[in-house]
């Protein structure tokens, strides 16, 4: 694999498929009966997580562990039942992910290992509901917007809304077989 290039979605979801379990940290947005996933990022790695979920009205936020066929399933734009709510990928599932290879001793998502990693990014659908920008009050830190409460429950900082312009419909993923694996997830994965 070059330093960057696509993927195919199927060899993701077939990477995630074989996998006992994996850890997520997603963000859903209410719409009547279910929750539509705004992003996600799945760490491959076998390193334990320490659960949390913030709740409001509009929007959720988890880090849990979860079955490696699960997330396989919303990949391929499957419903599934997630900590008690019905989370769906709005929009046609994507076909490709776009590659890149990242070097050992770059920081990515506030780590640095001393291997390589790969990550994939798969960009949401132009048609994915967004989030409301109202209050977020309920079973979890408040916050003045939903984007505030992204940044602060992915990235553990402040909001910057140019790094938000340039990133709100990514997702990535590292690769099993350059370390420490992260998957993270969009809309339309």
């Known amino acids: 694999m070059g330093n960057n290039g696509q993927t195919d979605t199927t060899v993701l979801v077939a990477m995630l498929s074989e996998r006992t379990a994996v850890n997520v940290r997603l963000a859903l947005v209410a719409d009547a009966q279910q929750w539509h996933l705004h992003h996600g990022q799945v760490t491959l790695d076998d390193t334990p997580v320490t659960e949390r979920a913030w709740r409001y009205s509009t929007a959720s936020f988890l880090e849990l562990s979860?079955?490696?066929?699960?997330?396989?399933?919303?990949?391929?734009?499957?419903?599934?039942?997630?900590?008690?709510?019905?989370?769906?990928?709005?929009?046609?599932?994507?076909?490709?992910?776009?590659?890149?290879?990242?070097?050992?001793?770059?920081?990515?998502d506030r780590v640095t290992t001393p291997w390589p990693r790969t990550q994939w990014t798969i960009n949401r659908d132009a048609n994915t509901p967004q989030p409301d920008h109202d209050l977020l009050v309920g079973d979890g830190p408040s916050f003045l917007n939903f984007d505030q409460a992204l940044s602060a429950f992915l990235h553990q900082r402040p909001h910057d809304s140019n790094a938000a312009a340039r990133t709100s419909g990514a997702s990535s993923c590292r690769s099993e077989q350059a370390g420490l694996s992260r998957s993270p997830l969009a809309p339309t994965c």
């Open 66 to 108: 979860l079955p490696g066929p699960t997330v396989a399933a919303l990949l391929r734009g499957d419903e599934q039942d997630i900590h008690g709510l019905r989370v769906v990928v709005p929009g046609q599932p994507s076909s490709s992910a776009s590659t890149s290879r990242l070097r050992g001793q770059q920081e990515w």
